[in-house]
Nanobody, 120 residues
Framework: QVQLVESGGGLVQAGGSLRLSCAASGHTFSNYAMGWFRQAPGKERESVARINWSGGSIYHADSVKGRFTISRDNAKNTLYLQMNSLKPEDTAVYYC?????????????WGKGTLVTVSS
């Protein structure tokens, strides 16, 4: 059974930083591309960043480009999202997800999310 557990969320002032982690278990982590998504109150879930199995292919949404960095440690079965220069509009529940293959961005497993709140 695949489990994805996010951590690292919290309350931070605008301009601050947080690092989210997603611990994966139940499958061979290095075989799958991964992604971070977020959902703000009253809004649809949106893709924040994606990374393929090796880390050689990375995508960041325009809204976070230059501020957020996705990375992974396959030896630790962990996905990360370093978030710098946070803005109030980054406030959302952040979810990690595992895809259907090493270079696929069709997500099949989801974590329960971690709340990030950025105060102005």
């Amino acid at each position: 059974q695949v489990q994805l557990v996010e951590s690292g969320g919290g309350l931070v002032q605008a301009g601050g930083s947080l690092r989210l982690s997603c611990a994966a278990s139940g499958h061979t982590f290095s075989n799958y591309a991964m992604g971070w998504f977020r959902q703000a109150p009253g809004k649809e879930r949106e893709s924040v960043a994606r990374i393929n199995w090796s880390g050689g292919s990375i995508y960041h949404a325009d809204s976070v480009k230059g501020r957020f960095t996705i990375s992974r440690d396959n030896a630790k079965n962990t996905l990360y999202l370093q978030m710098n220069s946070l803005k109030p509009e980054d406030t959302a529940v952040y979810y990690c997800a595992s895809s259907t293959g090493p270079n696929s961005y069709v997500m099949q497993y989801w974590g329960k999310g971690t709340l990030v709140t950025v105060s102005s």
